[in-house]
Nanobody, 125 residues
Framework: QVQLVESGGGLVQAGGSLRLSCTAS????????MGWFRQAPGKEREFVAV???????GYADSVKDRFTISRDNTKNTVYLQMNSLKPEDTAVYYC???????????????????WGQGTQVTVSS
């Protein structure tokens, strides 16, 4: 059974940085895409970034050029470096592996799972 543990969230002022980590167990990590999503209060969970098994990446327009996703397959860990944070980045951040090894790039959270418990990111203005 896959288990994921996210960490690294916190309270930061606008313009600051945070680095989120997500460690996975129970699946051959290196074979799957890994995604970061976020959910703000009263809103649906939304795509943030994804890294494929070969290390290629994709980003939501709202975070492009500010966030960087990376992975270390030797540690079964995916990271999200978040710079120039804005109050609108405030949300619970979740990571998840793609359901399929042949993930082709859908940004729907229905293509990912299972989910960790999430880590809260709060950006003050």
């Amino acid at each position: 059974q896959v288990q994921l543990v996210e960490s690294g969230g916190g309270l930061v002022q606008a313009g600051g940085s945070l680095r989120l980590s997500c460690t996975a167990s129970g699946r051959i990590f290196r074979l799957y895409a890994m995604g970061w999503f976020r959910q703000a209060p009263g809103k649906e969970r939304e795509f943030v970034a994804v890294t494929w098994s070969d290390g290629s990446t994709g980003y939501a327009d709202s975070v492009k050029d500010r966030f960087t996703i990376s992975r270390d397959n030797t540690k079964n860990t995916v990271y999200l470096q978040m710079n120039s944070l804005k109050p609108e980045d405030t949300a619970v951040y979740y990571c998840a592996p793609s359901l399929s090894r042949y993930y082709i790039g859908s940004r729907s959270d229905r293509e990912f799972g299972p989910w960790g418990q999430g880590t809260q990111v709060t950006v003050s203005s």
